[in-house]
């Protein structure tokens, strides 16, 4: 294959089913592409992100699904069967439910341009009220050379006035200083502006973001296991409701300032 037949092939945003742990076969992990082909390669092609979707969902301080095993987070159901992902327009979807009645699903599709839209919804059929929900999806970076940083320098979220810095300069800004809180579970100071973190790439001028917009719970990063998280927030559910959200990831090329609420309801339709 030419190297013109291979830009042509590889053009654009790819989703695909993917996998990260192949012995935890109820991870959800979609692989996504940038639009962009990465110079990281001898001859053009493409790097992929993960995204584990979800990778965690608490009710109540307990772990009632975790797509890996983790043992400060014991999840109560340790041989979930493999939900594949079916193939819609676009892009993928899968639907779950648990044994104690917890149904959730959604969809990762190609938007406009440079966007990939996320849908999460979870229902309660349990029975009982849920409490404090909290779900975690993680946007792995691993996958991708060019934001595979071992570092919080290039995670970047919008702070209090200050711009877009660092996620550990922006965490030791004063509490209350913005509306979008940082860290696990939303446990760090509430310091973001703007409900959206961003990953820069190691070639000048090359982002992604990933938001839930109004209905963000949290932005996080790990930098021993490059990720950015944008969570999305969950309502308490009676038996019977369900709750949906819409959130987005977005490769961008150019400067993290061109990103402000207008553009962010743009992103999100």
Same mark, same amino acid.
């Given at each position: ?18 996998? %990260? ?12 592409? *940038? *639009? @962009?082909? !990465? !110079? ?26 975790? !797509? ?16 594949? @992902? ?38 309660? +059929? !349990? ?15 691993? &996958? ?8 919080? +320098? ?9 711009? %877009?810095?660092?996620? &550990? ?10 509306? @979008? ?7 760090? *100071? ?21 938001? %839930? &917009? +109004? ?25 019977? +409701? ?13 400067? *993290? ?13």
């Amino acid at each position: 294959m030419s190297e013109i037949e291979l830009k042509q092939r590889l053009a654009g945003i790819h989703i695909v089913p993917g996998q %990260w742990r192949p012995i935890f076969p109820y991870e959800q992990i979609a692989w996504v592409t *940038p *639009p @962009w082909l !990465s !110079s990281d390669y001898p001859w053009p092609g493409k790097d992929y992100l993960w995204l584990d979707f979800p990778e965690a969902v608490f009710v109540d301080g307990k772990t009632h699904f975790l !797509s890996h095993e983790n043992p400060a987070c014991a999840p109560p159901y340790t041989h979930l069967p493999k939900v594949p @992902w079916k193939i819609i327009e676009g892009g993928l979807a899968f639907e779950r439910r648990l044994p104690n009645g917890l149904r959730f699903g959604g969809n990762v599709t190609r938007g406009d341009g440079a966007l990939v839209r996320l849908e999460f919804f979870l229902r309660n +059929e !349990s029975g009982a009220p849920l409490r404090r929900i909290s779900v975690q999806t993680c946007c792995f970076l691993r &996958g991708a050379a060019e934001f595979d940083a071992h570092t919080n +320098e290039n995670k970047l979220v919008r702070a209090g006035g200050q711009g %877009w810095l660092p996620i &550990g300069k922006a965490a030791r800004r004063p509490d209350g200083s913005g509306r @979008w809180r940082l860290g696990f579970r939303g446990k760090g *100071p509430a310091v973001a502006d703007l409900p959206v973190v961003l990953a820069r790439s190691a070639h000048a001028r090359r982002f992604v973001a990933m938001s %839930w &917009g +109004e209905q963000t719970a949290s932005l996080m990063t790990n930098p021993r296991h490059p990720c950015i998280h944008a969570d999305p927030a969950i309502p308490d559910l009676g038996p019977g +409701e369900t709750a949906a959200v819409r959130g987005v990831l977005a490769f961008i090329e150019g400067e *993290p300032d061109e990103i402000d609420e207008d553009r962010l309801r743009e992103w999100l339709g």
